[in-house]
């Protein structure tokens, strides 16, 4: 179950509502790739013109070699947290490509193969607060692709978690990975 990517190029969107922090968590994947693991990334982000509740989405490039163009051209791994975000971005989704989404949150799915992943109840369940939803999209990433070492992304995390909340931000991270560990048996 995991994502078929070219090795010179992946190509992942992390995509919600604003205020979900999938923006972090796309400053956070290029953090860990680059600094941590040593490959090429790149990260670029928008909002939708509502900012808080309207869409976001994240774009990260992770490369071996150079990135000649900034931009998803088609993604190899999309995480939807939100049904809009799922609506706007599926179709850009490579046919060998990953479809993630919070089954919670996304009802309507595309005629397309697509993991579903409680990714808010096992944040508010893990760590009591719906913020940490985007640690455990991280999780559930790293853990299906292999895109970045749980290592990398443990640093990433723990060098942008604020002071006091490392704990709790493991446990989110730790929290996606298992969920993928149950999905694989």
Do not use: W
Not at 25 to 33: D, F, Q, R, S, Y
Request: hydrophobic share 45%; net charge negative.
């Amino acid at each position: 179950m995991t994502a078929k990517t070219d090795t010179d190029r992946t190509e992942i969107r992390l995509a919600g509502e604003g205020g979900q922090g999938m923006i972090l968590a796309g400053i956070v994947l290029a953090e860990a790739a680059a600094i941590y693991d040593n490959k090429n990334a790149v990260q670029t982000q928008s909002y939708g013109p509502e900012a808080r509740g309207g869409a976001s989405k994240a774009e990260v490039i992770i490369a071996n070699g150079e990135i000649d163009h900034p931009e998803v051209i088609a993604a190899d791994v999309l995480i939807a947290l939100s049904q809009e975000a799922c609506d706007k971005y599926a179709a850009n989704v490579k046919p060998d490509g990953l479809l993630i989404v919070d089954e919670d949150q996304v009802e309507r799915l595309p005629n397309r193969p697509v993991i579903r992943v409680p990714v808010s109840k096992l944040a508010l369940d893990t760590t009591g607060k719906a913020i940490t939803a985007n640690t455990v999209a991280l999780g559930v990433l790293v853990g299906l692709t292999g895109i970045v070492s749980r290592q990398a992304i443990e640093k990433a995390i723990m060098a942008r978690a604020p002071k006091g909340t490392e704990e709790m931000n493991r446990k989110a991270l730790e929290a996606g990975f298992t969920a993928i560990e149950r999905l694989a048996h």
